[in-house]
């Protein structure tokens, strides 16, 4: 089993294929993992694999990845958490893809070291829209489920750590300001629903310089058109 320990935290993490590394960011919200790509529409990693290095993850305090809990958690110690992951495995530059809050954690790694990330894709990125009380109870969910795990956190940490993730606007963790002036190229699958509403897709596309949007891409019908798309824009931007 794959573990990556930095400090007092065990990351898991999975990797498939060979070329150009891609760092592949689960949904699932606080329970983002790696089994959770298996779950939704359809899987990407197993077609990506046949032309990247797939790098995928669970994210800690989510299926076997284990970390401390502290008042001062955010969304900058996950983005610590994948980029230290990054170099452990020797990489440098990389594609990152997330889904739902991966789309988050994607820019978070863009606005953190955009030098490293050659492209990123979202997939149906979550955002605050009049949604604030699905993301806080969808918190107190996940956290009821690991306190048993985590005796040393006090409820104060608890919430301060619910209110650095959930408490921010827009994508929770980047601005609009940041999304505008972002020169990395951003590919967006649209969202559609109460945790990934199509207005946060909309306007990354209305803000970001370089960015391409696929609005259907769920239905069996639309899945291979999507596929398509995808791998030609990570090939148009896979540094040679």
Known sequence: MPMFTRGDVNLYYEEQGSGFPLLMIAPGGMRSTVSFW???????IPRL?????????DQRNAGQSVAPIRATDSWSVYTEDQLAL?????????????MCIGGSYS?????????????????QPIGQ??????????FDGWAKEVKPLHPE??????????????????????SREFVAACQTPLLVLLGNDMYHPESTS???VALAPRVSLIEQWKDPAHQPAAQQAIERFLAEHTPR
């Open 38 to 44: 298996d779950k939704v529409s359809w899987n990407p």
């Open 49 to 57: 694999a046949q032309h990247y290095r797939v790098i995928a993850m």
């Open 86 to 98: 990054m170099d452990h495995l020797g990489v440098d530059r990389f594609h990152v893809a997330g």
């Open 107 to 123: 820019m978070g790694l863009i606005q953190a070291a955009p030098q490293r990330v050659a492209s990123a894709v979202l997939f």
């Open 129 to 138: 829209d009049n949604n604030r009380r699905a993301f806080f109870d969808m």
């Open 153 to 174: 956190t006090d409820d104060h940490a608890w919430e301060s750590f619910k209110t650095s993730m959930y408490g921010g606007d827009f994508l929770f963790n980047v």
């Open 202 to 204: 909309r306007d990354i």
